[in-house]
């Protein structure tokens, strides 16, 4: 059974500053792997999709690499801002029918 | 990617009494999945839905409380059933469209509270 452990659980930091959030899974036969971001009480919304063949995937401020054999993750954000205030989940996919599971998420707060 | 429109947003139950959500999806999938999300826990699945068949579910859910229905490749329903304050979560849907190559789709999420 695949299990998902996100370092830190909780991040508050001034706004301007680079971040990691890490992502540790324990079966490394995954399919892909999705990071999410998640406002209080809201929806996912998508952020980046790796495939399992690819190493790094890149949109905008966010970059977020992937080490399937060590069963890793890391989602980089560069300049943090204050809507960057939120939980973001990470979520490998495995198994036969490639449904994610997801870590407990990182609660992260930029202060202005 | 899919866009997902789930309802109703938030609301407020008494116990005993049950609640439907549903959500409509703007183009045919195969699979829909139901999440429960507890009150600072992650995700968990409840179920895979798919069209013209009885839903999958997973272990620590049952049909009586969580029936289902998935009646064309748009759309589905979850129904939390005879709730209790333990039912208090946020329930989402989501879908994969693209064979894996997509990633999942989530809906906006209904904020369950029971009283």
């Known amino acids: 059974k695949q299990e998902v452990t996100q370092i830190p659980a909780a991040l508050s930091v001034p706004e301007g500053e680079n971040l990691v959030l890490n992502c540790s899974f324990t079966d490394s036969a995954i399919y892909n792997l999705q990071w999410f971001r998640q406002d209080p009480g809201k929806g996912l919304t998508s952020l980046l999709l790796i495939q399992s063949s690819q190493r790094e995937q890149t949109s905008g401020r966010l970059n977020a690499s992937l080490d399937k054999s060590s069963g890793r993750s890391t989602l980089y954000i560069a300049a943090s801002q204050p809507g960057d205030s939120a939980t973001y989940l990470c979520a490998p996919a495995s198994g036969g029918s490639y449904i994610p599971t997801f870590g407990r998420g990182t609660s992260l707060i930029v202060h202005p | 990617s899919a866009v997902i429109s789930q309802k109703p947003s938030r609301d407020i139950c008494q116990r005993g009494t049950s609640l439907t959500i549903q959500c409509q999806v703007d183009?045919?999938?195969?699979?829909m999945f139901w999440y429960r999300q507890q009150p600072g826990q992650s995700l968990t699945l409840i179920a895979t839905?798919?069209?013209?068949?009885?839903?999958?579910?997973e272990s620590g859910f049952v049909i009586d409380k969580f029936p289902i229905s998935r009646p064309n490749l748009t759309f589905s329903t979850l129904t939390v059933s005879n709730m209790s304050p333990e039912d208090s979560s946020i329930y989402l849907c989501?879908?994969?469209?693209?064979?894996?190559?997509?990633?999942?789709?989530f809906g906006s999420g209904t904020r369950l509270t029971v009283v």
């Open positions: 183009s045919q999938v195969t699979m």
């Open positions: 989501s879908v994969e469209t693209g064979q894996g190559e997509s990633g999942y789709t």
């Open positions: 839905a798919n069209q013209g068949s009885e839903a999958t579910y």
